[in-house]
């Protein structure tokens, strides 16, 4: 099983400010990586997903880069509704698919 | 648009059953796999099990395997887990979850959810 961990657990950043998240695999897992948005009560929401493409309807302030192992979701310019839990998933291959274990984006 | 609803969760005791089903609309459902994704409370999201298309595979995590067996219905556009032999650790909010492309285990919509509690 792929271990993913993601870093750092808690990151406190300033509206308008940039946020760098990481992720990353305990082997390789090419670019078969995606990254979630999950508000408390919700659904997760995908976000990223092949390292680096844009779901349906996600800001451009929201980028992803990466592959391998270590990868990053940087949000530009933080905006009040972005501030939830962020999760990175692989899918290289299954079963099973893992989840990091999130990092909360609080604001600072 | 997409919408999965999911329904069935409840309070259960342990060892005992349940059934989970999540119904889909707004796209051709028989075109996706259905994947099954739990998320215990205040903690992080596991991958529980997968169906795919047609409904001739399913695949299991682990930690549900033997106990838990997934299947649908594609002329009711109906996703469902049965539950057997429920411990305390079971206890989630069961989302279902569209694969959004074949073979590629990643979802583009997801329900909302529907809480699994076990205990005596």
């Known amino acids: 099983e792929i271990v993913m961990t993601q870093s750092p657990a808690t990151l406190s950043v300033s509206p308008g400010e940039r946020a760098t998240l990481s992720c990353r695999a305990s082997?390789?897992?090419?670019?078969?990586l995606a990254w979630y948005q999950q508000k408390p009560g919700q659904a997760p929401r995908l976000v990223i997903y092949?390292?680096?493409t844009r779901a349906t309807g996600i800001p451009a302030r929201f980028s992803g880069s990466g592959s391998g192992t270590e990868f990053t979701l940087t949000i530009s310019s933080l905006q009040s509704d972005d501030f939830a839990v962020y999760y990175c998933q692989h899918y290289n291959n299954g079963p099973p698919v893992t989840f990091g274990q999130g990092t909360r984006l609080e604001i600072k | 648009q997409v919408q999965l609803v999911e329904s069935g969760g409840g309070v259960v005791q342990p060892g005992r059953s349940l059934r989970l089903s999540c119904t889909a609309s707004g796209f051709t459902f028989s075109s996706n796999g259905m994947h099954w994704v739990r998320q215990a409370p205040g903690k992080g999201l596991e991958w529980v099990a997968v169906i795919g298309d047609t409904g001739s595979v399913d695949l299991y995590a682990d930690s549900v395997k033997g106990r838990f067996t997934v299947s649908r219905d594609n002329s009711r556009n109906t996703v469902f887990l049965q539950l057997n032999s429920l411990r305390t650790e079971d206890t989630a909010v069961y989302f279902c979850?569209?694969?959004?492309?074949?073979?590629?285990?990643?979802?583009?919509?997801w329900g909302r959810g529907t809480l699994v509690t076990v205990s005596s």
């Open positions: 092949d390292a680096s």
């Open positions: 979850a569209r694969e959004y492309r074949h073979d590629n285990w990643f979802f583009d919509d």
């Open positions: 082997q390789s897992v090419n670019n078969k």
